[in-house]
C-alpha cells in the first residue's frame, strides 16, 4: 500500500511538472510565432513596401534624387528585408531545435522510467517464484 501512494504521488508531481512545462511552451509559441510576431511583420513589410514604392515614384515623377542613388537605396532596403528574414528564420529554427531537444530528453526519462519499472517487475516476479 506504500508503494501505490508513493507512486500516486510521484504521478501526481509529474503531472503538475508536465502541466507548468506545457503552459511555459504555450507561452514560448506565442511570443515567437503568435499574433503578436505576425503583425510586427506585417508592419516591417509594410514600411519597407512603402519606402520602396516612394523612391520608385520620386524616380519617376520627379528629378529630387539621381536614379542612381535611388536605385541603391532600394537595392540596400531589399537587402536589409532579406538580412530580417533570416534571421526571423533562425529564430524559428532554434526554436524547433529547442523542442526536438525537450522531446528527446523527455524520451530519455520515459526511457529510462520503462527500464526501472522492469526491472522492479523482474524482480517482483523473481519473488514470487521463490
Keep these: 500500500m506504500g508503494e501505490n501512494r508513493q507512486d500516486e504521488k510521484r504521478l501526481l508531481e509529474e503531472f503538475a511538472a508536465f502541466e ?18 505576425s503583425r510586427k ?3 516591417i513589410n509594410i ?12 524616380d519617376l515623377f520627379s528629378d529630387i534624387l539621381p536614379w ?3 536605385l ?12 530580417f528574414m533570416i534571421h526571423s528564420q533562425q529564430k524559428v529554427n532554434h526554436f524547433q531545435f529547442w ?3 525537450s522531446i528527446e530528453y ?10 526501472a519499472l522492469e526491472q522492479k517487475t523482474k524482480a517482483e ?6
Design 47 to 58: 514600411v519597407f513596401l512603402v519606402l520602396i514604392v516612394v523612391l520608385v515614384c520620386l
Design 72 to 83: 541603391e537605396v532600394g537595392m540596400f532596403l531589399v537587402s536589409f528585408k532579406i538580412v
Design 20 to 37: 507548468k512545462e506545457r503552459e511555459e511552451l504555450r507561452f514560448a509559441l506565442g511570443e515567437i510565432g503568435g499574433q503578436k510576431f
Design 106 to 115: 523527455r524520451m530519455n526519462e520515459m526511457s529510462r522510467i520503462v527500464r
Design 41 to 43: 511583420d506585417n508592419w
Design 125 to 130: 516476479e523473481q519473488r514470487k517464484d521463490a
Design 99 to 101: 523542442i526536438l531537444n
Design 68 to 70: 542612381r542613388i535611388s
